[in-house]
Nanobody, 127 residues
Framework: QVQLVESGGGLVQAGGSLRLSCAVS????????MGWFRQAPGQEREFLAT????????YYADSVKGRFTISRDNAKNTVSLQMNSLKPDDTAVYYC????????????????????WGQGTQVTVSS
């Protein structure tokens, strides 16, 4: 199995930036596609971005395209989400996830396709 631990959340003013990190441990030798999601109170989990094992392919939700950037450092077993121009609507718990299907090159926008999840990190954007 794979264990994921997010960090980097916090309180930021609108227009500010945060960088979230996801530490991957366990069966880290696999070529896993990774994704970031978020969930606000009373709402469904929302897809944000996904990245292929090599890092050469990424895909973003329209809501964050141009503001958020997903990246990974396989040598350090970390996946990051750089978030710029944050808005109050970005307030949520942010989760990283791994798709353990090695035939998947790039993750999908569907939470059900991911096998391992972190515990989440809270991001609060004040107006």
């Amino acid at each position: 199995q794979v264990q994921l631990v997010e960090s980097g959340g916090g309180l930021v003013q609108a227009g500010g930036s945060l960088r979230l990190s996801c530490a991957v441990s366990g069966r880290t030798s696999g070529a896993y596609a990774m994704g970031w999601f978020r969930q606000a109170p009373g709402q469904e989990r929302e897809f944000l971005a996904t990245i292929s094992w090599s890092g050469s392919n990424t895909y973003y939700a329209d809501s964050v395209k141009g503001r958020f950037t997903i990246s990974r450092d396989n040598a350090k077993n970390t996946v990051s989400l750089q978030m710029n121009s944050l808005k109050p609507d970005d307030t949520a718990v942010y989760y990283c996830a791994a798709d353990l299907d090695l035939s998947v090159r790039l993750g999908t926008p569907f939470a059900s396709h991911y096998d391992s999840w972190g515990q989440g990190t809270q991001v609060t954007v004040s107006s």
